[in-house]
């Protein structure tokens, strides 16, 4: 006689749902490579996704490129919109997206004033929250502003925290975060390898067609700068450091994609136009970016996330900035913080087009930020070591 062994639920067991809470293009770059890594565990988890559009046309870029569809988009974003406006308005509209849905995980990335309100939100809820790029740190309250402190307060609210490096791990441990302290690397790098994948499946005459401008042997000089606490004088010193370089270095390409902040584009345009090797261009897509960004000799940046994704292509990276929460790019070689002085950027800059041996130091240098599995790493821990914990109540 055959006796049926005991089962302790027949119940098919509900997946475990996730909330993507995320307004910029930086952010929706580095979680897209993670949605895609969780979509594919259908059966275990449910993905949805909130955009803030605390950041709205370069978000959309996104989304576009990388085939993310949120659920629920807030579209918060109005012209010279405050801090006070992006707070206020993020916190009380996930009110109701957090009531209603109810997921079991909220995951943010970095350090924008929409992660750190979702995480905040979430907190409220008594929802976990996962933080992707935990641990950063300049330890300067007001550089970045208001990213710093966006940064901290998110990892203070984490539950779970997803850090690129060791020395970030270190920063969480001295702040006595120490569990649940996850070193997996970047996604930065995943989304530039995916995104690299899929302009490799494309037609590249679009790309040629929209940089045709440029000569195709021509050194290229990338710039973007867009920093609250350059704004002003640092960001005059910026321009004026770019115009004195395009009359020095005539025959290489100085492209700046210009950030749509008029804090911005006002001294850009008053100081760099009309040059004719500055290429002052609109806010380039993704793609086209990442396309520019692999045919570039160098790359003069005050973005965060640049420090990370241009070494993986073998550019050198002129941070322009007096302090970095990437020091390790900096103790590695990949990068270099050449402050916001007219002189020092000009030296910087200058050194690396007229000597090829030291561009080539920074080129071989390893990028520590990881090799591209940081997605897969991430769904591993909450697959095996965090799952099961969120499908118990609160």
């Known amino acids: 006689m055959f006796i049926q062994p005991a089962c302790r639920n027949t119940m098919p067991t509900k997946p475990t749902k996730l909330l993507f809470i995320f307004g910029t293009r930086p952010e929706a770059i580095k979680l897209a490579p993670l949605i895609r890594e969780f979509e594919k565990k259908k059966d275990a988890f449910e993905v949805k996704c909130c955009v803030t559009a605390q950041h709205r046309e370069m978000l959309d ?70 933080h992707v790029e935990a641990g950063l740190r300049s330890d300067d309250k007001y550089a ?47 989304a530039l390898h995916l995104g690299l994948r899929l302009l490799k499946d494309g037609d590249e005459s679009v790309y040629v067609k929209h940089f045709s401008m440029l000569k195709q042997s021509q050194k290229i000089v990338l710039i973007t700068g867009h920093r609250r606490e350059n704004f002003g004088t640092p ?84 941070v322009m900035r007096e302090v970095t929460e990437r020091p390790e790019g900096i103790a590695a ?16 800059v200058s050194e690396l087009l007229s000597n090829e041996n030291k561009r080539q130091e920074m080129i071989k240098a390893v990028n520590p930020y990881g090799d591209g599995s940081s997605s897969a790493q ?12 969120l499908k118990t109540k609160n």
């Open 144 to 190: 970045p502003f208001p990213e710093e402190v966006n940064r901290l307060l998110a990892d203070h609210l984490a539950d779970y925290h997803f850090a690129p490096t060791a020395s970030a791990v270190s920063n969480l441990k001295r702040e006595h975060i120490t569990k649940h302290v996850y070193n997996v690397g970047n996604t930065v790098i995943d």
């Open 61 to 130: 870029q996104v989304l576009h490129f990388f085939d993310i569809r949120p659920a629920y988009d807030l579209n918060i974003m109005q012209p010279d919109q405050s801090l006070f406006d992006v707070s206020a308005s993020v916190l009380k509209a996930l009110e109701k997206i957090l009531k209603d849905y109810d997921p079991q995980l909220v995951i943010v990335q970095g350090d924008t004033t929409t992660a750190f309100i979702a995480s905040l939100a979430a907190y409220y809820r008594k929802i976990k929250i996962a």
């Open 378 to 389: 991430i769904v591993a821990v909450i697959e095996n070591e965090i799952n099961e914990k």
């Open 333 to 348: 070689g990949t990068a270099r913080l050449v402050g916001t002085s007219k002189e020092s950027i000009v030296n910087s």
């Open 235 to 318: 960001f005059e010193n910026i321009c004026y450091a770019i115009k004195e370089l395009a009359g020095k270095y005539s025959d290489t390409a100085f492209v700046y994609p210009v950030h749509l902040n008029p804090h911005v584009r006002e001294p850009v345009n008053k100081i760099l136009s009309g040059l004719s090797n500055v290429h002052l261009v609109e806010p380039l897509s993704y793609p086209h970016f990442i396309w520019l960004m692999n045919k570039c000799s160098l790359v003069l940046t005050d973005s965060g996330g640049l420090q990370e994704e241009a070494p993986s292509l073998g550019k050198p990276v002129l």
